[in-house]
């Protein structure tokens, strides 16, 4: 614009055009006034460029809002009219959508001034700029708030229970040391944290993955940080562990095989790296734990567990019979000590008959042992998955007698549950992962996704999805497929399965399906037995 207002003004008193064609010089009598006017474009234009480089970001070429509002037209866009408010969706390096609400701006100058009458909204431009900035505030804002709660916790002078800063960060009761993810309790701080288990045989993260939910729930329900033991270093896609993790308030411990001192197994391979869980009774810098297995989920607060004295610890209700009188060890609130540890695995070696894994050792451990028994939380506080609604519901009407609806949905699940409802099988918590090929059940010739139908299998996906884009991870074709709606609502995207949601099951009420791994187990078996070329006849 300057060069084109600079070579006008030159072929308006050169007389001479930018196509090279002579043109009839300018009127002399009018020659002092366009050399003025000439003049007075130019350090208007120098006056102009001068405020808006002064109020500019430093070397970031973004203009700040006081350089904005030092000039109200730019605030504007031109002769197109827009909404009253708009949107203006920016795209974070994380692959994250942020939504920047910017409204109209106010009168021009002081009470009284006018807007111009042609604009109505900020211009894109502007409105990313604002966002940028409005998102820049913001980071200084929390980085300055991290130092301060870092400088006062060394200090001693931070107390957990009397501020009320933001457990999306740092955690109020605890301060990092060094780059190793292990935490040290605040001097005067609730020394208090959830921590669960995460480990995966070389090359695998399921459990990895499992856990991030988990993190992301507690994020938003707790005031306390979430301990991982872990063996994992990095995500499939080369992202470093700790630093992803750490963005949801969760932070890496090493995890370390406990090798039992008698070679008789567990019921289930699985419990075998279950049985490791006891070492958290190691991590004696907190008061007190949760423990929370990794194939679970956290739906409301579970904060106040804390306040309870004595252990507690979900019932061991598999088949739903409710007020079940046993442990099982998928929450548990323990007060870590190291003696305990060593009397664990000491009661272990000498016990013949502990085959039903860790919750059979420390339930009998603390009772016949330590003569404390761990007492049973409320099946409305935790539960397994597959015994949602069963659970008597504290929301009654004025006769006594239970709402309609399901209004007992435990703090707690531990497993979604699934098809085959067995103890041991790849279906029993088929709506806690983003495996979507054990979600797809396919029945009358029909594709419905389960999960859809089950009352957390939304929630679970929600927290998954968060906690991904948080961490830097939503990349990953396996996520990126899971995370789109249109591929997880309706299949519509390339290498998503298309999905029914038709209400209409009248066909199906009376027909039994099976998952589609299971569907094509079955296929190949039919094509085997009939010499590789034959259908399943129907």
């Known amino acids: 614009m300057l060069d084109d207002w600079g070579k006008l003004d030159h072929e308006a008193l050169s007389g001479e055009s930018s196509s090279g064609h002579d043109r009839p010089a300018p009127n002399r009598s009018f020659g002092h006034l366009q050399v003025g006017l000439t003049l007075f474009s130019g350090l208007t234009i120098a006056f102009l460029c001068g405020a808006l480089a ?252 804390f306040t309870r004295n004595g252990m507690w610890a979900q019932r061991d209700d598999w088949f739903c019979k409710l007020r079940q009188p046993k442990v099982c060890s998928g929450i548990m609130l323990l007060y870590p000590n190291i003696s305990d540890y060593e009397g664990m695995l000491a009661f272990d070696a000498k016990s013949p008959n502990l085959n039903h894994g860790d919750q059979q050792l420390i339930s009998e451990y603390f009772s016949k042992v330590r003569g404390t028994k761990v007492q049973l939380l409320d099946d409305v506080d935790a539960s397994f998955g597959q015994c949602l609604g069963r659970a008597p519901s504290p929301y009654r009407n004025s006769d006594g007698s239970a709402v309609r609806g399901i209004w007992s949905t435990p703090s707690f699940v531990h497993k979604s549950g699934g098809w085959g409802d067995t103890d041991n099988n790849a279906y029993n918590n088929v709506c806690f992962s983003h495996n979507m090929s054990r979600q797809y059940y396919i029945l009358a010739g029909l594709t419905v996704n389960v999960c859809h139908y089950h009352p957390l299998g939304a929630y679970w996906r929600a927290l998954f999805c968060e906690a991904t884009a948080l961490a830097g991870v939503a990349g990953l074709y396996e996520v990126a497929a899971f995370c789109s709606d249109d591929c997880w609502y309706l299949g519509g995207e390339v290498g998503c399965r298309p999905v029914t949601t038709s209400s209409d099951y009248n066909p199906m009420s009376s027909l039994s399906g099976m998952p589609e791994p299971e569907m094509e187990l079955a296929l190949d078996v039919a094509a085997g037995s009939s010499g590789g070329g034959g259908e399943l006849a129907e």
């Open 54 to 305: 002064a109020c500019a970001w430093p070397g970031s070429g973004r203009m700040s809002n006081s350089a904005l509002w030092s000039f109200p037209w730019l605030h504007h866009s031109g002769a197109s009219a827009r909404t009253e408010r708009q949107h203006q969706r920016l795209e974070t390096p994380q692959g994250q959508d942020l939504v920047q609400l910017d409204s109209q701006p106010s009168q021009w100058g002081k009470k009284g001034g006018r807007r111009h009458p042609g604009h109505q909204a900020w211009p894109p431009a502007i409105a990313s700029l604002r966002a940028q900035n409005h998102q820049l505030e913001a980071e200084n804002a929390e980085l300055k708030r991290q130092v301060r709660l870092l400088k006062e916790s060394s200090s001693g002078r931070y107390d957990s229970g009397s501020t009320g800063h933001s457990h999306k960060t740092t955690g109020d009761a605890l301060a990092t040391t060094g780059d190793s993810g292990i935490l040290s309790p605040g001097r005067r701080g609730k020394r208090f944290a959830y921590v669960t288990l995460a480990y995966d045989e070389p090359g695998s993260t399921n459990y990895l993955w499992s856990i991030l939910p988990i993190a992301r729930a507690l994020q938003k329900l707790s005031s306390f940080p979430l301990i991982v033991l872990t063996n994992s270093t990095y995500f499939s896609d080369g992202t470093p562990v700790e630093p992803a993790l750490r963005v949801l308030n969760a932070y890496v411990v090493p995890v370390h095989k406990i090798v039992r001192q008698k070679k008789n197994k567990f019921a289930f391979s699985s419990w075998n790296v279950a049985f490791w869980k006891l070492q958290i009774w190691n991590l004696t810098q907190y008061e007190k734990l949760i423990w929370l297995d990794s194939d679970s989920i956290v739906y409301r607060g579970m904060d106040w567990l």
